[in-house]
């Protein structure tokens, strides 16, 4: 396939990378013979061929295959925790894409009272976030999903009713792929592991895919999982702990792009085109005469008749008017829509501007100043009249709930930067201002580079912190 631009097309990139079957075909077997198995899947027609919608694979170190640095993809796994931050702060003033929090595997149902929707404050209490859509906030996101689009037009155990790309882009997590499909290409009311619909213990009992074992996605891999495979992720796994040079367990981000090929079906677009073609003629509109009493319809002959002459009508009606061409008018039409809308979504992100009021040089605390606080920037112990500024909603506290393992840690920071008022220093470097004694090995773990980022924008939002200069370019 050539690519479209001179960065190169993301899903060729990830097509031409180090590809890992989770069902070798007797086809592949044959392929791995011949190249004394070091089997490389060098084109998308491959994937198609080989791949796409029969087995899991992963896609090992993908940033090697592009092009160059402007690849989209390239981007993407190149994305920092500053990133994160920036996204999780888009979708905190998205009414319609708000984060969702889950602790301990059960949702956050009130977010609002006990986060003030605050994903950083989540994070830190020991959620789990989960951002819908969030092609639409953050611009890397979002050039990966138009790059993408140029190849596809368009947590327990589970099942999806779509495929899915996961990429890894920062830390590790382990997956399990069970190798037995419950239900063959499902719908959305067929997903098991969902709204109630369970997973049968044959599922379990059947193997997992990859050579019946577990498999772990670092930095740069891609999974593809067909529509139906069930799966299941963790981090609380010894393969899936990736730690940085402070000893720190770094969290695990990665991003799932899906493909929703429940749409790309023959039973979903031949049932739409039968359904409009039959709309469009006001007989087929009328109630049937089959109704709560007899009075309301004929006898039983009588109304077998009508259904046989209604059926034979429609059927001629579907016969002269549902073709292949009208078919095929309707899937382009249905992926220009789509495209279309998430399109024209993705742009206002990739040309957001900064607000005026986030410039404000004295913005120094308070919701704003925290918006643009990274890993870089500079902060220090805010003054009584800077903390007095900050005007929180009504019923909020100025306090945060942080996970026990962290606490202590995170407390003696604030306070030695209290007690050390001329104190500066950047983001990044606030673990080194405690004293050893107070980091526990259990706190030191934990206390990563987006725990230390989450802390300080915490701290700014709320006044304890005063952001004392913006990052360098």
Not at 265 to 286: V, W
Not at 328 to 341: D, F, G, L, P
Request: glycine content about 4%; aromatic content about 6%; overall charge negative.
């Amino acid at each position: 396939m050539a690519s479209k631009n001179s960065a190169g097309s993301a899903f060729q990139a990830i097509a031409s990378s180090l590809c890992e079957l989770g069902i070798t075909t007797e086809a592949k077997k044959k392929d791995d013979d011949a190249s004394q198995k070091e089997s490389r899947s060098n084109h998308v027609q491959e994937f198609f061929r080989n791949v796409w919608q029969t087995q899991p694979s992963i896609f090992r170190s993908c940033q090697d295959a592009c092009i160059n640095k402007d690849c989209p993809l390239f981007k993407a796994i190149h994305m920092e925790w500053d990133d994160v931050a920036q996204m999780l702060h888009h979708c905190r003033e998205s009414p319609s894409h708000a984060p969702l929090f889950f602790q301990n595997g059960n949702p956050i149902t009130d977010p609002e009272t006990t986060y003030a929707n605050n994903p950083h404050a989540a994070y830190l209490d020991g959620c789990s976030i989960i951002v819908n859509h969030a092609d639409f906030h953050h611009p890397i996101i979002a050039n990966l999903c138009n790059s993408l689009q140029e190849t596809f037009t368009r947590v327990n155990a589970h099942a999806d009713d779509r495929d899915v790309l996961v990429v890894q882009l920062l830390g590790s997590k382990t997956w399990k792929v069970y190798r037995k499909v419950p239900i063959k290409y499902p719908f959305e009311n067929e997903q098991v592991g969902k709204n109630g619909l369970g997973v049968d213990p044959s599922v379990f009992a059947g193997g997992l895919c990859f050579e019946d074992e577990e498999i772990t996605l670092s930095a740069g891999d891609v999974l593809y999982m067909p529509r139906g495979f069930v799966h299941e992720a963790s981090t609380h796994t010894q393969t899936a702990t990736t730690t940085t040079t402070n000893g720190a367990i770094e969290p695990s981000f990665h991003i799932t792009l899906a493909l929703a090929t429940h749409d790309w079906c023959i039973a979903s677009i031949l049932s739409d085109t039968i359904r409009n073609t039959l709309i469009d003629n006001p007989e087929f509109r009328k109630a049937l005469p089959i109704g709560p009493c007899s009075e309301y319809g004929g006898a039983q002959c009588e109304v077998n008749n009508f259904l046989k002459q209604q059926l034979e009508s429609a059927m001629s009606l579907i016969q002269t008017n549902v073709t292949s061409g009208l078919l095929h008018e309707q899937m382009t039409k249905k992926y220009s829509m789509h495209n279309s809308r998430a399109g024209e979504l993705r742009r206002i992100i990739t040309n957001r501007k900064r607000p005026i009021e986030d410039q404000a040089e004295d913005n120094c605390v308070g919701y704003y100043a925290a918006c643009r606080l990274t890993l870089n920037s500079v902060v220090r112990a805010s003054s009584v009249e800077e903390r007095n500024r900050v005007v929180l909603e009504e019923g909020r506290l100025r306090g945060l709930t942080v996970r026990e393992e962290t606490m202590q840690s995170l407390m003696t920071i604030v306070a030695l930067m209290k007690e050390k008022s001329s104190l500066e220093i950047r983001v990044k470097d606030l673990r080194s201002i405690a004293p050893t004694e107070s980091m526990s090995m259990c706190s030191n773990q934990f206390i990563c580079d987006f725990t230390l980022l989450s802390f300080a924008r915490c701290c700014v939002e709320l006044g304890a912190l005063a952001v004392v200069k913006e990052a360098e370019a």
